[in-house]
């Protein structure tokens, strides 16, 4: 295959990795192999099998081709494709209808991270500001990460993550990186072949991960701030703690000291259902290892208490001065350093701050007229879709069901596939993939800015998201304003020299900027980004403006008043009880990203079918042997799937790792019908690692 022509470009997936990506181009319109690129020093030539093989993605009979609008009763699956054209005047004329009937308000665009991309994925919020629609606060994904982070350091920044290298101990807290982030493995093993690094996994489930360290840590979901507090009180008791460092860069470690004087293994023991021996040797690796690295993840912070969780753990390298070294500190996400200047991408000179906005996770409330999630405004009559797939991934999932099949409800979905939402739409608009477009990444997990040029033609009928957005702009009176008249390369151009990084031809022909700050700033050497240049033990949760800081049409959501001022276990989880004795994990699968790869071929073909992991003694509790059809549910329903017998899991709980699309499922609903959308404090967000079930078996 030497002779095949490569193209260069970035994955543009939800995936914190965003891998370079070098491209066999077998003709205008068809690709072979993908694989990473070997000259990207964070990427390093690996990346994830299923990207490898997106052209089964690419080229799968199953694409939408066509604008489909729908006939007869909604989800029968009876359409009618028209042209372009015709369906774009359709959706203007539905736009300007309820607008009309109510106010601006009543249409909602509504999006997320189907694409990573900063021209196809944002630009919808351009049409949003200059339409004065209803505002959205995006809380799928990184909100109690981000706020706990941010909480102790005030920049969502932190160690260059090449630097794993350079470990003498990985911490990989609460993210099964062997099937998430193939990268972050990429480094960490480097490190152990290099110098004999040693790896902590914690997780509430053997994974893939776990598999791999040295110690594999599994405690009961929503107990990872009992295990931090426990390291730290012993990292006081038995003089680890760096005090030159601490009196340097801390707020108050005295104050931090006393707190955890009763955070004894003992008690951690208890809460997190870890052996006092497990978290004793744990804390005595991080105490007696200078360069320890703790990758810290977003699974363990999807829980009410996820915040406070994250803040919990990212304290325990500071307690160590683990900052100060080469290969040492911690790292969540550099969503802080790329500066990129998406004004013109979103619109920002349009947008009106009271005009209301809506949780995207409570969509399934908002659709059926919830006052407290509309916040006074009328009822969402108009949903316009880009990039998500609700109705397979968000909480609640029977309230959405109900909600997307009102009769008065105008849905719009732009989307690649007939997935679960799509197929409950008006109208079906097809998308073009990320090799069909232009577009700008910006990669949250590493250090570059990548360029994802166009290299295949799509086939005939799909269309960019940017041509939507434009096209209805158009037909809605506003595509004179700024922006609207732009292509793809236009905007990336503008873009880039509005944020003094060059020309789009200049990145074009790097292919990728490393942005990365220098080791000074990455490691908070000058202090950290509060006004005192302190790491805050203390956390100040309200009162400035954070990353995921609700909008003030909404305000703090939770018990934010409630929080903990220093690391703490903070017993809001919804917790297992008599009639509810299992918790309920929804992890994600090795073959799917979200609800996407759950098209492919082959991930179908490893993943088989949606499974419930249970622990064997619990299984035999209610007569469950493994391939069984079991039940699980609580109050938001029921869902039924395959029992698969686990040892690698504490007793009384269970893991689905997913997302497989609803029709996966024996009775058609998917995992989401058992997850609330109950907002964390104080910034919302999802708590789909926090879900109280009960498990019965089937009979035949």
């Not at 077998?26 to 192999?33: A, D, E, F, K, V």
């Not at 706990?148 to 807290?173: C, H, N, Q």
């Not at 299984?619 to 609580?634: F, R, S």
Request: one cysteine or more.
């Amino acid at each position: 295959m030497s002779n095949v022509e490569i193209g260069h470009t970035a994955c543009p997936h939800d995936c914190p990795s965003t891998c370079a990506l070098d491209v066999e181009l077998l003709s205008p319109t068809r690709i072979g192999r993908i694989r990473g690129a070997k000259d990207n020093t964070y990427t390093a030539g690996v990346i994830c099998a299923k990207v490898a093989r997106y052209s089964e993605r690419v080229h799968n009979p199953a694409r939408l081709l066509k604008p489909l609008v729908r006939k007869g009763p909604k989800g029968d699956g009876n359409w009618q494709e028209v042209t372009w054209g015709d369906a774009l005047d359709l959706i203007a004329e539905n736009f300007q209808k309820a607008e009309k009937k109510y106010d601006s308000t009543t249409i909602w665009p509504y999006f997320f991270a189907g694409t990573m991309g900063l021209v196809q994925r944002d630009s919808i919020n351009r049409l949003r500001h200059a339409g004065k629609y209803s505002g959205q606060f995006s809380t799928f994904c990184t909100n109690t990460a981000a706020t706990g982070y941010f909480a102790g350091t005030g920049r969502i920044a932190g160690v260059d993550p090449r630097e794993m290298e350079k470990s003498d101990l990985v911490v990989i807290w609460g993210t099964n990186a062997a099937s998430t982030q193939v990268n972050v493995m990429t480094h960490v093993t480097r490190a152990r072949k290099d110098h004999h690094a040693r790896i902590v996994a914690i997780d509430v489930f053997e994974s893939a991960t776990v598999r791999q360290a040295d110690l594999g840590l599994i405690l009961r979901p929503g107990t990872d701030a009992a295990l931090a507090c426990a390291v730290m009180h012993i990292l006081f008791r038995d003089g680890f703690a760096d005090w030159n460092y601490l009196e340097r860069y801390s707020d108050d470690p005295h104050g931090l000291e006393r707190h955890l004087k009763t955070k004894t293994p003992q008690w951690a023991a208890e809460i997190t259902g870890l052996s006092v021996e497990e978290i004793e040797t744990f804390a005595h690796w991080v105490g007696t290892t200078k360069r320890t690295f703790f990758r810290l993840g977003y699974g363990f912070t999807r829980q009410r208490n996820g915040a406070v969780a994250m803040h919990a753990a990212l304290s325990v390298p500071t307690v160590t001065g683990a900052w100060q070294y080469e290969g040492g500190g911690a790292f969540y996400s550099n969503a802080s350093i790329f500066a990129l200047n998406k004004n013109e991408v979103e619109g920002t000179a349009f947008a009106d701050p009271k005009i209301r906005s809506l949780d995207q996770s409570k969509i399934g409330r908002i659709l059926l007229g919830d006052k407290e999630t509309l916040y006074g405004g009328p009822p969402v009559t108009v949903l316009f879709i880009q990039n998500t797939n609700p109705a397979n991934v968000a909480p609640e999932q029977r309230l959405i069901h109900k909600g997307l099949a009102r009769e008065d409800l105008f849905t719009v979905v732009h989307e690649q596939f007939m997935t679960d939402t799509a197929k409950m739409a008006d109208v079906v608009l097809p998308a073009t993939m990320f090799l069909e477009h232009d577009d700008i990444y910006r990669a949250g997990g590493q250090q570059h800015i990548l360029l994802g040029p166009k290299l295949i033609e799509p086939p005939t009928g799909p269309k960019p998201n940017l041509y939507v957005i434009n096209e209805l702009a158009k037909r809605l009176g506003f595509g004179h304003m700024a922006g609207f008249d732009k292509t793809a390369i236009e905007l990336i151009d503008n873009m880039l020299r509005a944020s003094h990084r060059g020309t789009y031809e200049e990145l074009k022909e790097k292919r990728w900027l490393d942005v990365q700050p220098s080791f000074e700033r990455a490691h908070f050497l000058n202090g950290f980004a509060w006004p005192d240049r302190k790491f805050r033990f203390k956390a100040q949760w309200t009162g400035y403006k954070a990353p995921d800081t609700p909008p003030d049409t909404m305000g703090y959501q939770g018990p934010y008043d409630e929080m903990p001022d220093f690391p703490d276990q903070w017993d809001v989880i919804e917790k297992a009880d008599e009639e509810h004795p299992f918790k309920l994990v929804t992890s994600p699968a090795h073959n799917f990203l979200n609800s996407t790869f759950s098209e492919s071929p082959t991930s179908l073909l490893k993943e088989v079918r949606p499974t419930l992991m249970i622990h064997p003694d619990d299984a035999a509790m209610y007569d469950i042997k493994d391939g069984d059809l079991v039940e699980i549910g609580n109050q938001r329903g029921s869902v039924a799937l395959h029992a698969k017998l686990f040892e690698g899991l504490k007793r009384h709980v269970v893991v689905s790792q997913g997302l497989f699309a609803n029709s996966s499922f024996v009775r058609g609903e998917g995992i989401n019908v058992l997850t609330g959308a109950d907002s964390p404090a104080p910034n919302g967000g999802l708590a789909v690692h926090d879900i109280k079930v009960w498990v019965k078996k089937i009979d035949k």
